[in-house]
Nanobody, 126 residues
Framework: QVRLVESGGGLVQAGGSLRLSCVAS????????MAWFRQAPGKEREFVAI????????YYADSVKGRFTISRDNAKNTVYLQMNSLEPEDTAVYYC???????????????????WGQGTQVTVSS
């Protein structure tokens, strides 16, 4: 079992930045790929970014590429999402998720992730 706890959400103006954190406990953190998803009201959960076991391999949704950066610190059992140049369209609840391994073709399939956090709200005002 892996427990994930997100933090760092809040209210920010368009153009601003936030850094989300997700701390994991339970199993060995470095054995899991870690991802961020988000869900806006009335919309499906959407893939944002993923980092492989070491953090060297990362992939991003086109909508956030160049603005968001995912990173992980295995010594701290933590994955981060640095969000810059935020837009009102980024408003959502952000979730971190874990799975043992992944293929690039399946990174956006939420059902394939084994563990989820409770989410943290990000609101971007215009």
């Amino acid at each position: 079992q892996v427990r994930l706890v997100e933090s760092g959400g809040g209210l920010v103006q368009a153009g601003g930045s936030l850094r989300l954190s997700c701390v994991a406990s339970g199993r060995t953190f470095s054995e899991y790929a870690m991802a961020w998803f988000r869900q806006a009201p009335g919309k499906e959960r959407e893939f944002v970014a993923i980092a492989g076991w070491t953090g060297f391999t990362t992939y991003y949704a086109d909508s956030v590429k160049g603005r968001f950066t995912i990173s992980r610190d295995n010594a701290k059992n933590t994955v981060y999402l640095q969000m810059n140049s935020l837009e009102p369209e980024d408003t959502a609840v952000y979730y971190c998720a874990a799975r043992p391994q992944f293929t690039r073709a399946t990174i956006a399939t939420a059902a394939l992730y084994d563990y989820w956090g409770q989410g943290t709200q990000v609101t971007v005002s215009s």
